[in-house]
């Protein structure tokens, strides 16, 4: 029988992942095996530990050994009686300041509401005082502005008048004119016209 090459390729390939298989296997076994041999150093050490507390109570009595923790005992005790009444302490501490604290709140709201500033009367009192002041000053400016259109309008006047005037005055100059024109008709070709 003859194996083609194909074959031979499926069959190196199924080895090579047959054997990262086993290889990954391995892995696993060598670390529980490492898990359990720390798991038995830590049991080891336990033992060791409670034969050495085992020899060394050995040295002392058994009655003192009870009586060692008889006398811690009756200390947790004492010392949870006293966390129990420290407890209670507390407690009637916070209540106290609770209730402190609820009588401080209704003072200050009596306190802010017996003197209580309308503000809506200062904040109006504040821009009536502003208008008024506003008012004034327009009234102020009306006035210079009156002032200042009467001075022009009198200008005005005065200007029409003195052209009126002027006008008034070169219409009798021009009759003066026109008359000595007549009786003089040498001294009006001398003299030109203005």
């Known amino acids: 029988m003859s194996l083609t090459v194909q074959q031979i390729v499926m069959d190196a390939k199924n080895l090579a992942n047959k054997l990262k298989d086993s290889n990954n ?15 038995i150093d830590t049991m080891k050490q336990y033992a ?10 050995k040295h002392r ?20 009686q ?20 609820s009588k401080y709140r209704q003072q200050i709201t009596k306190l802010a509401h017996s003197s209580q ?11 009536t005082e502003i208008i008024i002041d506003q008012a004034i000053k327009i009234s102020e400016m009306t006035h210079i502005m009156g002032k200042a259109v009467q ?10 008048e003195e052209l ?21 008709p040498i001294s009006l070709v001398n003299e030109p016209y203005t």
Do not use: C, F, W
């Open 25 to 39: 296997a391995a892995d696993a076994l060598l670390s529980q095996g490492q898990t359990v041999h720390r798991q």
């Open 48 to 57: 060791d530990e409670v034969n050495d507390l085992n020899e060394m109570a």
């Open 61 to 80: 009595p058994h009655a003192a050994l009870v009586a060692g923790i008889q006398q811690e005992n009756r200390h947790l005790r004492d010392l949870q």
């Open 82 to 101: 006293e966390n129990r009444e420290l407890r209670a302490a507390l407690e009637e501490q916070q209540n106290a300041l609770e209730l402190i604290m």
């Open 117 to 127: 500033i309308d503000l809506t009367k200062l904040y109006n009192k504040k821009y």
């Open 151 to 160: 001075a022009d309008e009198d200008n005005i006047l005065k200007t029409e």
């Open 164 to 184: 009126h005037q002027l006008a008034t005055e070169n219409k009798g100059l021009r009759e003066l004119l026109a008359i000595s024109s007549k009786h003089d």
